[in-house]
């Protein structure tokens, strides 16, 4: 299973763009690399998984460069409500079990 | 609509007591998992069961039991063995095929303090 390592917060402003990066130096061919986000007392949420290149949703993009050993989450205009916890989680998603690190907690101020 | 529900959301434990949190999906999803979560932490894993009448000890399964009886229900019972129960708790269902990409689904999350 891959480890991941990604800052522990961050802080924003609304409006602005928020990039939050991952690295995942031993990837395997196999894995793919999801992020979720979790709000205080919820269970996490699916909001971006890509395997290569970039990839890109209505909420958020992902890029992921050639030698796949990290990718950084990109979200466009922030506003109050994307204050959450990020996860990066990479792995063969047929077949491993899923570990959440701490995250990075994102603060977005007004 | 399809999901995972939780439930209680908060739930109160006696010191020796025994307290089952209940878990059930409608998603037809084949995988289903339970986390711990402490104030500030990530996410820990408990037990997971990938077929009904199948489960396997995840990193924390000590003071903690499940069953899988029925492909949509993964009951966790919390009991007087578990030193420090106080958290909060989360259940999970997964595809578990090569047919899904979307990774997981999460439930709403069931709080519990020991009084």
């Known amino acids: 299973l891959a480890k991941t390592t990604q800052p522990i917060s961050m802080d924003s402003y609304e409006g602005q763009e928020v990039n939050i990066t991952c690295s995942h130096n031993n990837i395997a061919t196999n894995d793919y690399i999801t992020w979720y986000q979790q709000f205080p007392s919820q269970g996490p949420r699916f909001i971006i998984q890509?395997?290569?290149t970039k990839v890109t949703n209505e909420v958020a993009s992902l890029f992921i460069p050639a030698d796949r050993k990290s990718s950084t989450l990109s979200l466009p205009r922030v506003s109050l409500s994307d204050t959450a916890v990020y996860y990066c989680l990479v792995g063969d998603i047929r077949s491993y079990i899923p570990t959440f690190g701490r995250g990075t907690s994102l603060i977005v101020h007004p | 609509d399809g999901g995972i529900t939780q439930s209680p959301k908060y739930l109160f434990r006696k010191e020796g007591q025994n307290v089952t949190l209940s878990c059930e999906q409608n998603?037809?999803?084949?995988?289903m998992y339970w986390y711990r979560q402490d104030p500030g932490q990530g996410l820990r894993l408990i037990y997971y069961s990938q077929i009904v009448n199948d489960f396997q000890k995840g990193d924390i399964a000590e003071g903690y039991s499940v069953s899988r009886e029925k492909k949509e229900s993964f009951p966790l019972t919390v009991t007087s063995a578990q030193k420090n129960p106080t958290a909060f708790y989360l259940c999970?269902?997964?595809?578990?095929?090569?047919?899904?990409?979307?990774?997981?689904?999460f439930g709403s999350g069931t709080r519990l303090t020991v009084v």
């Open positions: 999970a269902s997964s595809i578990g095929t090569a047919e899904s990409n979307y990774g997981y689904t």
């Open positions: 890509g395997y290569k």
């Open positions: 998603l037809n999803h084949d995988a």
